[in-house]
């Protein structure tokens, strides 16, 4: 009995663990990594108002108050001898305030992100800006000249933070991009967009469950936002994880420019700046924020072409029919259909299937109060599973000469 209550004693300490969910198509290998120094999440809502701004210093360089100055940051994506310099843009307001930095194109292929943080940042006026904003509006530039999502060696760069000096190829990049740009900030936005042909739902991702991540999110109007603790090795987690409160904003699909879209990324960004005191550019929206806690994925049981029958943000019930799947061969034609009501927050783009392909994300509006009894049932679930396995392993030992 005591080595049963032993290993239950175990799987209760690590059962949050084992309860994260890892994105859909996350890295198989882990990363080496390195533990960030961890500092007290700042306050991004404290009151700056007629503090005097102090110079802002970044990748060896200082920036005055109320200037605006381009960076050169060389990381280790330099191919050979040759210096390849990752173009960081920084606005240092007039007056204090927090320092947000805005992250764009961890995955080459997503555009969209660059657009926003393009706009965002060329359109702020430092004499009237309060804080600071630092734009690194393509990380992966090796990706982005290959029109392709991962880094050069055919990795994840956003499986692999906080990094480590002496890892892997993209987790010395990541480690570069913590250390050299991350740790001066005091929050990040990671601008995204869906992967492999896939579109989202204008969206924020965020860990509700960190205080200061909640209410950053809370700054952005109207957008949608899932509850997600992100998966392992991502730029949101390590930043959260070191003190500075993150967030992912999904917008749109890969390898194109989607201009509403975008527009919608700029608006709540500038709400976001708007409401933690940096600007005076208040945005109006015409709904309260929608705050999923939960979500699922539909994949395809069968391959073919896909044809979707709903868009996204669409309201669907159970068995509602979200897409068909067509044969190309024989014609057959195969419905798929949904598992459960909820709001599409993403979908495949039509296209070439094959079984097990995610082709929808629904989101489900559940209160954290039913989350959490979700998850402790599920414990419990586990330990009397448990139980039971050790007993009868116990009692097939006794019962051996």
């Given at each position: 009995m005591r080595k049963i209550w032993l290993v239950i004693l175990i799987l209760l300490a690590a059962a949050p663990a084992l309860a994260t969910e890892a994105a859909d198509g996350a890295e198989a290998d882990a990363p080496a990594k390195t533990e960030p120094a961890v500092r007290q999440p700042q306050d991004l809502k404290a009151k700056f108002t007629g503090a005097a701004a102090e110079v802002f210093r970044l990748i060896e360089t200082e920036i005055r108050p109320g200037t605006r100055r381009s960076l050169r940051w060389f990381s280790p994506q330099a191919p050979g001898g040759f210096a390849v310099a990752t173009p960081v843009i920084v606005v240092n307001g007039s007056q204090a305030g927090p320092v947000l930095c805005l992250t764009a194109a961890i995955h080459g292929d997503e555009l969209n992100g660059i657009e926003i943080a393009r706009r965002v940042v060329n359109s702020l006026d430092p004499k009237k800006l309060r804080g600071v904003v630092v734009g690194v509006p393509i990380v992966n530039l090796e990706g982005f000249w290959r029109r392709d999502r991962y880094i050069g060696d055919r990795r994840d760069l956003n499986r692999y933070f906080p990094g480590s000096p002496d890892g892997a190829y993209p987790g010395r990049v990541a480690f570069a991009l913590m250390k050299d740009i991350v740790k001066h900030c005091d929050a990040v936005v990671d601008l995204h967009t869906g992967s492999f042909y896939r579109e989202n739902l204008p969206q924020l991702r965020a860990d509700l469950a960190v205080k200061q991540v909640a209410n950053l999110a809370e700054g952005f109007g109207g957008l949608t936002v899932l509850h997600n603790a992100g998966p392992p090795g991502s730029l949101r987690g390590a930043a959260t994880a070191a003190g500075i409160p993150t967030v992912v904003m999904e917008i749109g699909g890969p390898l194109s420019l989607e201009l509403k879209k975008v527009e919608l990324g700029v608006k709540s960004l500038e709400t976001l700046l708007h409401t933690i005191g940096m600007i005076d550019r208040p945005r109006?929206?015409?709904?309260?924020?929608?705050?999923?806690?939960?979500?699922?994925?539909?994949?395809?049981?069968?391959?073919?072409?896909?044809?979707?029958?709903?868009?996204?943000?669409?309201?669907?019930?159970?068995?509602?029919?979200?897409?068909?799947?067509?044969?190309?061969?024989?014609?057959?034609?195969?419905?798929?259909?949904?598992?459960?009501?909820?709001?599409?927050?993403?979908?495949?783009?039509?296209?070439?299937?094959?079984?097990?392909?995610?082709?929808?994300?629904?989101?489900?509006?559940?209160?954290?109060?039913?989350?959490k009894q979700k998850a402790e049932a599920e414990k419990e679930t586990q330990t009397e599973q448990l139980i039971e396995e050790l007993g009868a392993n116990e009692a097939t030992r006794d019962r051996k000469p």
């Open positions: 109006t929206w015409s709904r309260p924020q929608p705050v999923f806690y939960a979500s699922q994925f539909v994949r395809a049981e069968v391959g073919g072409i896909l044809i979707n029958r709903v868009k996204l943000g669409a309201k669907i019930k159970t068995d509602t029919v979200l897409a068909e799947i067509i044969d190309p061969i024989n014609n057959s034609v195969f419905e798929v259909k949904s598992p459960a009501g909820g709001t599409i927050l993403g979908r495949a783009q039509n296209q070439f299937v094959s079984p097990g392909f995610a082709i929808f994300r629904i989101g489900h509006k559940k209160s954290k109060e039913e989350l």
